[in-house]
Each structure stands twice: as C-alpha cells, then as structure tokens.
C-alpha cells in the first residue's frame, strides 16, 4: 500500500417512477449509463450508482428523485413519525425543502379499468397529514403538491403501497419535474369530452409550443373531440380531420371546423395556413409518418411545430422508436423530442419543431 489517500466517491441512489408495464424500458436505458438495478414494482424502480451523478432521464422515465430510503409500517403514525427521523438522519443540502410532493406508484396500466395516473384521494389524505407533521422544519411550502417552480428543491414520498413509502428529493427543472409525481394538474373550463384533452394539454405544455390564441391548428385523428376541446379552450382556430362525427359541442364551436375524411387523401392546400398539427390515430405509426411526411414536405408547408402520438401496441415495439426518429429527422426539424406522457398508454409523444 502507498501513503496516497484516494476517497472513495458517494454512491448515488435513485428512485424512478414509470408507467405501470414500462420498468423493463426503464431498467434497459440506465444500465448502460452505469446504474444497477435494486428493489423495484410494477411503476417503479430502484437502482444505485457507484459515482456521484446526475438523476437518469430517459423517454419511459417520467420522474426520478435521489432516495434517501423506505418506511414499511402498516401503522400510518408511525410512518409519518418515521419519515421526520430519517429525514433527521439524513444530510440533505438546501433544507428546509420548498415544496412536497406525495403520489402512488402506478398500481395498474394506464386506461386498464379506468385507471388513470396521479394524486388520488388517499394520496391527498396522506400528503396533508405528512405536511402537518412536517411543518416550516422540513418544507417551506403551505400545502403540498403545489407546482414546482424551477429550481426549487422537492421532497418526494412516494406511495410504492399504502404501507411502504419511498422517501426521497430533486430539483425542479423541466416540466414533469415540476408536477407532484410527473403528472400535469389541471382544472378543465368544461367537462372534457375524453381523455384526450389531459394528453393534449399535457404534449402542449411539456413541448414547449408557443400556442397562442388565434393560431389555425389542425389535428388528425380529432373524433369526438378531447384535443380539439384543449385547442379550443386556449383560443386556437381548429381543423379537425376524422371520419367519424364530432361530439356537438366541438362541432357546433365558432372557430371549429370540421373535414370528414382522412388526413392522407386530402389535398396539401387544406392545410395552408396551418401552425400547429397533432396527430393521433388509431393506425400504424408507419402510416402516421407516411401522411405527415406528405404534409411538411409540400412547398406551401408553413407549420412551426407538430405533436406526434405514436402507438407502440406493446413495450417490445420500444426498439421501433429510433426508427421513427430517423425519419422524421429527415424533415429537417429545428428540434425533436420524444417522451411517454404520464397521460399515454402504450405509446409515446414526439414533439417535433420546424421552424
């Protein structure tokens, strides 16, 4: 041995939250970065690192949080009297924390008996007591759950079971980052007519877009009407392309439109004017990118951004997502992204910029 002192780096533990069924994606993209697996549940995932570094993102990663460990109590006292001595244990930098934030893991799939993703009821319950126990000590905020702000530093329990919790922190940076569990809250103007207004809402935001009230947007795959509704509410002007009929509240609004036919057979001057576009279909990908490919490469094109929802069938069609990349790569986008939304099921969302 030598005199020559050489520290040891700091592991780095990390707890990561998906969609329930997506874990093996997960699991596949953070192994290559050095990362090793530990305990982990359907929605749910563990892993340690032998250095100190930055949190794992990914496309099927919808948040991740360094964790400081887990309570197992059925007694829910002990619990929250659990989580003030570890967090007394722990040398966590920047406390007290400003905001917390408290959800379950995804206990089914998304849309499998009605189930959708984000803070339930008894999550809500379990937030305030946890909130109450805590006080100004350990987080500044005055209730928890709140939208994050960037750069602010948030506790994260998260409710792997009603009995055991996993406890850790993040800063907020990026959009899902900010939400309690990754998962936009929003309050509708009006009921909406499906589930594709939270999805709409949720690409709309986490891409960045600059929608503003007056634009044209266009979307395909529109029927009955849940985008078209969010597109609406923001003050956009709509095309909507389906065969099917409209719900009659999308179809009898003042600045919707209506073209009963398939996106693929109409003639490209139908979308002059047009800004924005989203698409989500009930067909192959291939064919998605085949109509829209007809559409941004026409010499009156004049879109700034699309919002492409791509079904995967299942999670073994991951693969096929490099694939779509390329291709839409050669539309010479400014920018490209793609994520599985907290609100998609089996599938994922490119955002792809133009101009």
């Known amino acids: 041995m030598t005199s020559t002192d050489r520290s040891t780096p700091e592991p780095t533990f990390a707890m990561l939250c998906c969609a329930n069924g997506a874990e093996k994606q997960v699991k596949q993209s953070i ?9 982990s549940r359907p929605g749910f995932v563990t892993a340690k690192h032998d250095g100190q570094v930055e949190l794992p993102s990914g496309t099927f990663i919808r948040t991740a949080g360094y964790s400081l460990g887990h ?14 001595d570890l967090l007394t244990e722990k040398t966590v930098p920047g406390r007290p924390f400003d905001q917390l934030h408290l959800w379950p893991r995804d206990r089914l799939p998304i849309g499998k008996f009605g189930f959708e993703p984000g803070v339930d009821e008894v999550a809500k319950l379990v937030a305030q007591r946890v909130h109450q126990s805590l006080g100004g000590e350990w987080v500044r905020c005055d209730q928890p759950n709140r939208i994050a702000q960037p750069g602010e530093r948030v506790l994260d329990v998260v409710l792997v079971d009603p009995d055991d919790w996993f406890i850790g922190w993040h800063t907020a940076a990026q959009w899902h980052s900010r939400w309690p569990g990754g998962v936009q809250p929003i309050e509708p103007q009006y009921e909406p007519i ?23 947007a266009v979307e395909i795959g529109s029927a009955p009407g849940g985008a ?7 003050g956009l ?6 065969p099917a009929e409209m719900d009659d509240r999308i179809a009898n609004h003042p600045r919707f439109k209506h073209l009963r036919a398939r996106a693929g057979d109409l003639p490209r001057r139908e979308f002059r004017n047009v800004k924005w ?12 990118l085949t109509t829209i490919e007809n559409i941004v490469t026409h010499r009156e094109c004049s879109l700034s951004g699309m919002l492409l929802t791509m079904k995967l069938g299942d ?15 050669t539309w010479n986008p400014i920018d490209v992204q793609v994520r599985q939304l907290a609100r998609n099921r089996c599938e994922v969302c490119f955002a792809v910029r133009l101009r």
């Open 237 to 242: 002007k709509v095309i909507g392309i389906d």
């Open 31 to 39: 192994a290559t970065a050095g990362w090793r697996l530990a305990f």
């Open 315 to 329: 999670y073994d069609a991951a693969g096929r997502i490099s694939t779509w990349w390329q291709q839409i790569q």
């Open 71 to 84: 309570l197992k109590n059925i007694d829910g006292e002990a619990q929250v009297a659990g989580l003030v």
């Open 194 to 216: 499906s589930r594709a207004y939270f999805k709409a809402a949720e690409s709309i935001t986490w891409s960045g877009f600059d929608l503003a009230p007056g634009d044209v």
């Open 277 to 288: 576009l989203l698409a989500d279909s009930n067909v192959k990908p291939e064919k998605t």
């Open 228 to 234: 078209c509704g969010r597109l609406l509410e923001l």
